[in-house]
């Protein structure tokens, strides 16, 4: 068995009873802080993969009333110079790239612009494309897996919890089907 380091994002502020029911929980190899990026569990534990690691500290923290995993945080914003350390080339290499300059083009388009003007990818749909052009070293294929596995628990973690603060009860029925027939 592999050990797995991540960090779950929780609901709110964890009260030290809490923390003390977190660690009865089974959570002994997770530390807990809370500070100005919210209340946050940084995991170091063993699975079989990371998916598995994910998962079961998700339900041990889901044993503590009231408490919950919404996220977690992963690395999959990135700026240009990111994806030039992560994809082993030079700056300029992904300018030429973004703008159609080099390479066969369809280039992903940023997900956000600064208001500094610098231009903000998602990792996911970068690491698809350099892929698909075989552009990406090899070394990082194993890094992009566990980027992909954070950034897929980030999401159903964050539709689990709209799921839970949905209103309106049909939209939360239908949604959870879709959840479940992923």
Avoid at 11 to 17: A, L
Avoid at 29 to 37: C, H, M, S
Avoid at 151 to 167: F, G, M
Wanted: charged fraction near 25%; aromatic fraction near 6%.
């Amino acid at each position: 068995m592999a050990t797995y380091e991540f960090v779950l994002k929780l609901n709110r502020e964890v009260t030290n009873d809490e923390i003390e029911a977190l660690y009865e929980a089974g959570l002994d190899d997770a530390a807990v802080e809370t500070g100005p990026l919210g209340a946050l569990a940084d995991f170091s534990r063993e699975a079989p993969s990371l998916a598995e690691a994910i998962a079961s500290a998700v339900r041990d923290v889901d044993k503590v009333p009231g408490l919950r995993a919404v996220g977690v945080e992963c690395d999959n914003m990135v700026a240009a110079a990111d994806i030039a350390d992560r994809a082993g080339v030079s700056r300029e290499a992904v300018r030429l790239w973004a703008t159609g300059q080099r390479g066969p083009g369809d280039f992903p388009k940023p997900t956000l612009i600064t208001t500094g003007g610098e231009r903000v990818w998602d990792w996911q749909q970068v690491a698809g494309w350099l892929a698909e052009q075989k552009e990406q070293p090899q070394a990082n294929a194993a890094v992009n897996a566990s980027l992909h596995v954070l950034a897929t628990a980030d999401r159903v973690l964050a539709a689990r919890d709209a799921l839970r603060t949905e209103p309106d009860d049909s939209a939360r029925k239908e949604f959870g089907r879709l959840l479940q027939d992923a």
